[in-house]
Nanobody
Framework: QVRLVESGGGSVQAGGSLRLSCAASGSIFSFRAMGWYRQAPGNERELVASITPGGTITYADSAKGRFTLSRDAAKNTVDLQMNSLKPEDTAVYYC???????WGMGTRGYDYWGQGTQVTVSS
């Protein structure tokens, strides 16, 4: 069983910074991506940033230039440094780990989620 434990988040004024951390534990043999998603009230959950085992990082357009994702492979952690925060960044942020599982004759992805951490940016 995989467990994701998140830390960080909170409230900050516009222009401020926050850092989110996520630690994965359990039986993680192969994964496709690990990163952060967010969901604001009334909106769909959306990707913020993710990293593959090879180190390729994908950022949402809204995160480019302001957020930085980093991974410590030895510790199975990912951190999201968020700078120049805006009120529209307000959301619940979820850590995500997509692992690869056997499915029929091939494989497919399976998502694990953290419990979510609130980020509130005031103007």
């Amino acid at each position: 069983q995989v467990r994701l434990v998140e830390s960080g988040g909170g409230s900050v004024q516009a222009g401020g910074s926050l850092r989110l951390s996520c630690a994965a534990s359990g039986s993680i043999f192969s994964f496709r991506a690990m990163g952060w998603y967010r969901q604001a009230p009334g909106n769909e959950r959306e990707l913020v940033a993710s990293i593959t085992p090879g180190g390729t990082i994908t950022y949402a357009d809204s995160a480019k230039g302001r957020f930085t994702l980093s991974r410590d492979a030895a510790k199975n952690t990912v951190d999201l440094q968020m700078n120049s925060l805006k009120p529209e960044d307000t959301a619940v942020y979820y850590c995500n780990l997509e692992i690869e599982i056997e499915w029929g004759m091939g494989t497919r992805g399976y998502d694990y989620w953290g419990q979510g951490t609130q980020v509130t940016v005031s103007s």
